[in-house]
C-alpha cells in the first residue's frame, strides 16, 4: 500500500474532511474508493461500513461488516471477527444468511457457535424460518455431536413442514439419548417421532416397554393399542395389552383381548402354548370373577368358533337358577388330544357359553346349556 500512497492520501483525507461536515454519504463514496484501491484496508473498510450506516444504507453496511469479520477471522483476529459480523447483525439481520456466514463459520470453527446462535434466534424472532434453519444446520455441522442443537433444528424441520429431514434428526438424537441413559427427553423424541412421523413400528414398541417400566401404564396401554391396530395379528402386543387391561381393573377388556390372543394361538400353534398363555393370565388379577372367566376361557379354547363370547364378569345380576337335584358326579379323565365334551345325563351335548355370575362378595361360573 505503501506504493499507492500518493494517490490514497488525497482521498483519505477528503473523506475526513466530508465525514466531519456530517456528509455521510459523501464520506462513503470516498472510503469505498479506498476500500476498492486496496481491499485488506480494514480502517477503510470500517469507515465506510460507520458512514454507510449513518446515511441510512443499513444492508450495505451489513455486507461491509461481514466482508470485514472475514477479513478479521482470516487473520486470526476471532473475537474481532465476532464483534464486526454481530454488528452487522444489528444492522440488518436478513443480510446475514448462510452464503455470506459460512465462510466466516469455516475459519472461525468452534468460535463461531455463539454468533450462528445469535443469528439463528434473530431469524426465528423476525419470521425467517428458513434462514434460522440454514444458520442452525451450519451450528449442527461444527458441533455434531450436540443433541440439543440437533433436536431444535428438529423442531424447526417439522415447524417448516421438512417431514422427512425432520425423522432423520430425531432418530439421530433418539439414539444418542438412548446410549446416554436420558429416559424422559428420549420420551419426548419418540413422542414426537409417532405424532409427526405417522405409523411408526420402532418408536411404538420402545415406547411401550419405556411406559412398562416406568409403570405408567396408561400411558403403555394406549401405545399397545395404536401397536395392535397396525399389527392385529402380534401375539405378543395383544398378550401385552390384555395384562395391562387387568393391571388397570379393565377385567372385561381384558379378557376380551385374551380370547382374541387365544384364538390367535390356536390357529398358529399347539394347545400347549394355549395353556402356557392361561397360566401367564392367572397373575394378572387375583379377583376371584377374573380366575373363573379364565377357567371358562381355557375351556372354551378347545373349540373356539363354535361357542359363543365369555359375557361380561360384571354383567347384570341374574336370579339363580333351582338346584339341580343331587346327583354323585362323574370324574371323566380327558386325554389332551380327545375333543373335549360335556355330557348330560341323558347323553346329549351340553351347550359351551358361559356366564359368569356375581353371587353377593364373589363372582361364580355357570355352564349354561344353549
Known sequence: MGGLSFTTEPIRQRARALAAAGKHDAAAVEYQVLSDIDPTDIKAGMKLAHHLAQAGQGARAADEYLRLALLYARLGHERRAMTVALRALHLDSSRVVLDRLAPLVVHLGADSIALCERVARTHLLTGRGEQARDVLSVLVQVDPGSLSKRLRLAELDLALGRMREAMNELR????????????????????????????????????????????????????????????????????????????????????????????LVAAQCDRREVRAVLQRAESWSSEHA????????????????????????????RPPRPPAPAAAPEIIVLDETTELEFLTDDGLPLGSGVVVQDSGSEASAELVAK
Open 290 to 317: 377374573y380366575q373363573q372367566a379364565i377357567d371358562s376361557l381355557g375351556l372354551l379354547s378347545w373349540s373356539f368358533g363354535k361357542e359363543r363370547k365369555v359375557p361380561d364378569i360384571v354383567a347384570k345380576r
Open 172 to 263: 439421530i438424537v433418539a439414539d444418542g439419548l438412548r446410549a446416554h441413559g436420558r429416559t424422559a427427553e428420549l420420551i419426548r423424541v419418540l413422542e414426537m417421532m409417532h405424532t409427526h412421523g405417522g405409523a411408526d413400528e420402532a418408536a411404538l414398541r420402545e415406547l411401550t416397554m419405556i411406559y412398562l417400566r416406568c409403570g405408567q401404564l396408561r400411558r403403555a396401554r394406549a401405545k399397545l393399542t395404536a401397536l395392535h391396530h397396525m399389527k392385529p395379528d402380534d401375539r405378543l402386543t395383544l398378550e401385552r395389552l390384555a395384562r395391562v387391561q387387568a393391571r388397570l381393573g379393565c377385567l372385561n377388556l381384558s379378557l376380551d383381548t385374551l380370547e382374541t390372543l387365544l384364538r
